[in-house]
């Protein structure tokens, strides 16, 4: 399955929303192409949706962390939203559920940036 990314905008919040597999390849590249476009656009704040994300490899996770540095190094924010369990699991294995800011509710994560 084809990874798709589409952004909209939500009380000053980008909302990415993800759809498919982040592995090494072309979800791994539409996801760093989508994060570097945004922040170059002066984006902020960051909501990567993984709701509909079935799976992520080695090479996905490390484009979640490098997605994470690059908007936090640029003064923004990213969280991330609706986990499958499987990637919950995934960043509790790997301890990165530690560093991210994992919502569950919309709402509750827009607020969150607020914070």
Known sequence: M???ASS???NGVTI???CGRIT????????RDTVKSLSAQGHKKI???LGDVTYIDSSGIGELVSA????RNSGGEL???KLT????????VTKLHTIFDIQEDEAAAIAAFAR
């Open 2 to 4: 084809t990874m798709k």
């Open 8 to 10: 909209r905008q939500a």
């Open 16 to 18: 990415v929303s993800l």
């Open 24 to 31: 090494l390849g072309e979800g791994s590249v539409i996801l």
């Open 47 to 49: 909501l990567l949706d």
């Open 68 to 71: 994470f540095t690059s908007v």
């Open 79 to 81: 969280k991330l939203l």
């Open 85 to 92: 369990k499987q990637v919950h699991d995934l960043l509790q």
